[in-house]
């Protein structure tokens, strides 16, 4: 089974999802004969959550962009795992290279994140990926490794987690990295963990990008930005995949 997963990141509000929902709902009925090896996912932004609630009996799965590691306390404007449990939320993104980089995220907190989601059914979909800078360093698997261990630190049971590799430079600029290049980090993240671990590709993702991206073997999809936006685009994306 593979992912495509929509991010939505600060984009529509939940009226503009709810119309998509409605889209999104018909076009995988519409297409279910192409699309019956693939889950397809969105992550709206928080407002939308009740759309979750709402919606249980989906033909698609409802993450959240986000949690906070407490389930409850005084933390003014964070989110509790306890609406996401409620909501039927299905996965949360976690660690996405804007929340590292415009809020100061760190692995340490990503960490903690993922261990409450242990023992829950909501997968964490956990996003690593390396600078400009660490590439052109040759760094991209020390920064890989030492994102993947801070994170997944005391976590002994992997069964749930998805990995989303995303190289921060090729996000939402249209730049893809050279397959070869997506290929070592999935044969790198399989070798260290194992083959069954799901590992998305995400960045720059859309209609031009894809057929050079199937290429690379033992990939489980994509996490989506831009691209995710149109749901009629979305899921010609998603017909793409083998
Ligand atoms: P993009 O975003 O597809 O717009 O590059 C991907 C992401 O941030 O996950």
């Known amino acids: 089974m593979k992912y495509l997963i929509g991010n939505f990141k600060m984009n529509k509000t939940f009226l503009e999802v709810e119309s998509y ?5 018909f076009l995988i009925e519409e297409n279910k004969e192409n699309l019956n090896n693939i889950n397809i996912g969105i992550a709206p932004s928080f407002d939308s959550v009740y759309l979750s609630y709402n919606n249980s009996e989906r033909n698609f799965l ?19 795992l306890n609406v996401a449990k409620e909501a039927n939320i299905d996965f949360i993104l976690l660690g996405h290279s804007e929340r590292r980089k415009l809020f100061n995220e760190t692995d340490e907190e990503i960490n903690k994140k993922i261990l409450k ?11 690593i990926g390396e600078s400009i800078d660490d590439f052109n360093n040759n760094k ?15 976590v002994n049971e992997f069964g749930n987690i998805i990995i989303s590799y995303e190289p921060v430079y090729c996000i939402g600029n249209g730049i893809i990295p050279k397959v070869e290049h997506v290929q070592s980090v999935v044969n790198f993240i399989h070798e260290k963990f194992s083959s069954n671990i799901p590992v998305l590709y995400g960045g720059s993702v859309c209609s031009n990008s894809i057929e050079d991206l199937e290429k690379v073997k033992g990939l489980s999809g994509y996490l989506v930005g831009k691209a995710s936006l149109n749901a ?11």
Do not use: M, R
């Open 62 to 80: 409802f993450g959240l962009q986000n949690i906070f590691h407490e389930i409850n306390g005084a933390y003014t404007g964070e989110v509790s």
């Open 21 to 25: 929902i409605e889209a999104l709902s």
């Open 232 to 242: 009629y685009e979305f899921i010609e994306l998603a017909k793409e995949i083998k």
């Open 140 to 154: 991209t698997f020390d920064v890989l490794n030492k994102q993947l261990d801070k994170a997944l630190e005391n």
């Open 117 to 127: 989601l242990k023992d829950t059914n909501i997968k964490p979909i956990l996003c």
